[in-house]
């Protein structure tokens, strides 16, 4: 049974700062990895999809890598900024039609001004 | 362009009552669908997906039942709640091969 976890749970920073976000997974045949962010009392916004075959991704401050045989994905945050204070989720899909996702329980972040 | 709603948004619901959650999709055909619940203090569950019109699986065992009348419409529903599907629950769809979520429902069983 596939796991995700997600290090570390709750993460602290001054504005400005760069940060990294840790997701690891036990089984590596994954389809996809999804990052997403959640703001409180909210649905989930989908920030970067990387496909099994990919190493990186790019969105802006935003950069998630893979590493699929070693079962780990990284989410980079550049110049951090207070709006950027949410939840970040990471979720590995399998293959087949269905597609379902197993998540991490996430990384509470706060980005102090 | 794709949308997707979800109703109720808040929801208070005695012990042993019923329950209908509404999922539909906007701007597209047959999505794949799903139901999430996020419980407090723990992760996002996968509760049902379906792949088409009266396709529905169930990944856990419990309380809840899903149903997809029409293409584009999804529901969750219980015959009586039990105190632990409180939670907030989040419909899902697939656009090639990204997961967009709705706004969710909060649901508070007493």
């Known amino acids: 049974k596939q796991e995700v976890t997600q290090i570390p749970a709750a993460l602290s920073v001054p504005e400005g700062e760069n940060l990294v976000l840790n997701c690891s997974f036990t089984?590596?045949?994954?389809?996809?990895l999804q990052w997403f962010r959640q703001d409180p009392g909210k649905g989930l916004t989908s920030l970067l999809l990387?496909?099994?075959?990919?190493r990186e991704q790019t969105s802006g401050r935003l950069n998630a890598s893979l590493d699929k045989s070693s079962g780990r994905s990284t989410l980079y945050i550049a110049a951090s900024q207070p709006g950027d204070s949410a939840t970040y989720l990471c979720?590995?899909?399998?293959?087949?039609?269905?597609?379902?996702?197993?998540f991490g329980s996430g990384t509470q972040l706060t980005v102090l001004p | 362009s794709q949308t997707i709603h979800q109703w109720p948004a808040t929801l208070v619901q005695p012990v042993g009552s019923p329950l209908s959650l509404e999922c539909t999709v906007e701007?597209?055909?047959?999505?794949?669908l799903y139901w999430y619940r996020q419980a407090a203090g723990r992760g996002l569950q996968l509760l049902f997906y379906?792949?088409?019109?009266?396709?529905i699986s169930s990944e856990v065992p419990q309380n809840l039942s899903a149903s997809r009348p029409q293409d584009r419409q999804f529901i969750l529903s219980s015959k009586k709640l039990l105190l632990s599907d409180s939670g907030f629950y989040l419909c899902?769809?697939?656009?090639?091969?990204?997961?967009?979520f709705g706004p969710g429902t909060r649901l508070t069983v007493l």
């Open positions: 899902a769809w697939l656009l090639t091969d990204t997961q967009y």
């Open positions: 990387i496909q099994s075959s990919q």
């Open positions: 089984d590596s045949a994954i389809y996809n």
């Open positions: 979720a590995v899909s399998l293959s087949g039609s269905a597609r379902q996702l197993t």
């Open positions: 701007g597209t055909s047959n999505p794949n």
């Open positions: 379906s792949v088409g019109i009266g396709q």
